[in-house]
């Protein structure tokens, strides 16, 4: 069974600092990979994702994650935060070992809030 | 852009009635889902249906079941709502290939009295 770890409920950076929320995943096969985020009172925004290739994936709003097969990581980061990235992060993943069009597993996510 | 809407942004109800919850995805694709999520918990797969009138159990989906008649539209049906459903529930439809990113609705807020 596949399963995703993010192993803080809250991350707390100043404007500015460079962020970094982390994620662990465990599947059979090999995985893909995903970051959405959440504003208060609306659904999941997509982010970013990792299929295969560059272990450095780029996404919207600056943000990018790095794809390491040996620690089973997928942690998302960003250079210099913004107020405006304060928001829920959830990572995610898919096993390609599985069969059928079968959902995502997520991780519990995090609270990302970005101090002024 | 890819457009998942759902039917309400939030819904009171009372225990014991029957509660259709609607998503209509506009992008043609094959594969919609139900998730739950619950602070603390993440999200979690109710149902998912990768065809018209097909559907697979997800995670959790004791108390709930769906309907998918048409490709553009996937319902999930509260039998008798129960205190314990009350939560947030987000729609998500996706194209055929395993690759393809999973576009979600603005959620339901379903709040069971």
């Known amino acids: 069974a596949q399963s995703v770890a993010q192993p803080e409920d809250q991350v707390n950076v100043a404007e500015g600092n460079p962020l970094t929320v982390k994620c662990t995943y465990s599947v059979s096969g090999n995985p893909y990979l995903f970051w959405y985020v959440q504003y208060p009172n609306r659904g999941l925004q997509f982010l970013l994702k990792y299929i295969t290739g560059d272990n450095l994936v780029k996404g919207s709003y600056g943000f990018e994650a790095e794809f390491n097969k040996s620690q089973t990581s997928f942690h998302l980061k960003k250079p210099s935060a913004l107020v405006s990235d304060s928001a829920l992060y959830f990572c995610a993943v898919r096993d390609m070992a599985g069969g059928g069009a079968d959902g995502l597993t997520f991780g519990k996510g995090t609270h990302l809030i970005i101090q002024p | 852009d890819v457009k998942v809407t759902q039917s309400s942004r939030y819904l009171v109800k009372r225990t014991g009635e029957k509660v259709f919850l609607e998503c209509v995805q506009d992008m043609d694709h094959e594969n919609m889902f139900w998730y739950r999520q619950d602070p603390g918990l993440g999200l979690r797969l109710i149902y998912f249906s990768y065809d018209v009138k097909m559907k697979e159990k997800g995670d959790i989906p004791e108390g709930y079941s769906v309907s998918r008649e048409k490709k553009e539209r996937f319902s999930l049906i509260l039998e008798s709502a129960s205190t314990n459903q009350t939560s947030m529930y987000l729609c998500?439809?996706?194209?055929?290939?395993?690759?393809?990113?999973?576009?979600f609705g603005p959620g339901t807020r379903l709040l069971v009295l």
């Open positions: 998500a439809s996706t194209g055929g290939s395993y690759q393809e990113t999973q576009y």
